[in-house]
C-alpha cells in the first residue's frame, strides 16, 4: 500500500503526533499529504501534515512517521517577488492528473545559525502539494535562484501584503 492510499483511507480521522519541535499536535486528516518518494535525503518519510505558522505564508510541514522531522515552509510568492516554478510534467506525474490551479507550493527554509545572518530559502527544490488529492512530491527546477536564496521573513511581495 502506498503512502498515499494508506493516506486517502483515514482523511477522516484526527491524527495525534508528538513533534519534537511543535509538541503534542491533533492534526486533522485533511492537512495531510502523502509523499510516495518522501522527501530529498528523507525517503521513508511519507506522510506529512501542513500546518500553519504565526506569521501569514509560513508553514510547518511534520512528518507523522518522524517526530524530529519538521521543515518551516514558505509560499515563495509571497516573499520572491521574481519567484516562478517551471517544472516539468513528468516530475509530477507522481501527483497524478493534477490541475496546475490545484497545486500549492511551497518551499523550505534554512534557519540561520546566527542571528547576523539571514534565513534561506530553497527556491530550486520546491514542494509541490496537490490540494484536492493530497498528495505531494519534492521536484526539482531550473529556478536561477538557486538552494540557498536569503530570505526576509518579515518582507512580502506586493501580492503577499
Known amino acids: 500500500m502506498?503512502?498515499?492510499?494508506?493516506?486517502?483511507?483515514?482523511?477522516?480521522?484526527?491524527?495525534?503526533?508528538?513533534?519534537?519541535?511543535?509538541?503534542?499536535?491533533?492534526?486533522?486528516?485533511?492537512?495531510?499529504?502523502?509523499?510516495?518518494?518522501?522527501?530529498?535525503?528523507?525517503?521513508?518519510?511519507?506522510?506529512?501534515?501542513?500546518?500553519?505558522?504565526?506569521?501569514?505564508?509560513?508553514?510547518?510541514?511534520?512528518?507523522?512517521?518522524?517526530r524530529n522531522l519538521t521543515y518551516l515552509v514558505v509560499d515563495p510568492f509571497r516573499f520572491v517577488p521574481d519567484y516562478v516554478v517551471d517544472v516539468d510534467a513528468s516530475e509530477l506525474s507522481e501527483l497524478g492528473p493534477a490541475d496546475a490551479d490545484d497545486l500549492f507550493i511551497v518551499c523550505i527554509v534554512t534557519l540561520p545559525r546566527s542571528s547576523d545572518a539571514p534565513a534561506t530559502v530553497n527556491l530550486q527544490g520546491p514542494i509541490a502539494l496537490d490540494v484536492v488529492r493530497k498528495r505531494g512530491k519534492q521536484v526539482v527546477t531550473d529556478a536561477p535562484h538557486g538552494v540557498r536564496y536569503p530570505l526576509d521573513l518579515k518582507r512580502r511581495t506586493a501580492s503577499g501584503a
Not at 501542513?50 to 511534520?62: I, K, M, S, T, V
Request: proline letters at 5%.
Open 2 to 66: 502506498t503512502a498515499v492510499t494508506e493516506l486517502a483511507s483515514r482523511m477522516d480521522e484526527e491524527r495525534i503526533v508528538e513533534s519534537a519541535l511543535l509538541g503534542r499536535l491533533a492534526i486533522p486528516g485533511d492537512q495531510c499529504y502523502g509523499f510516495d518518494s518522501g522527501i530529498y535525503g528523507f525517503p521513508e518519510a511519507k506522510t506529512f501534515a501542513l500546518l500553519p505558522a504565526e506569521n501569514e505564508g509560513l508553514f510547518w510541514l511534520q512528518s507523522l512517521e518522524h
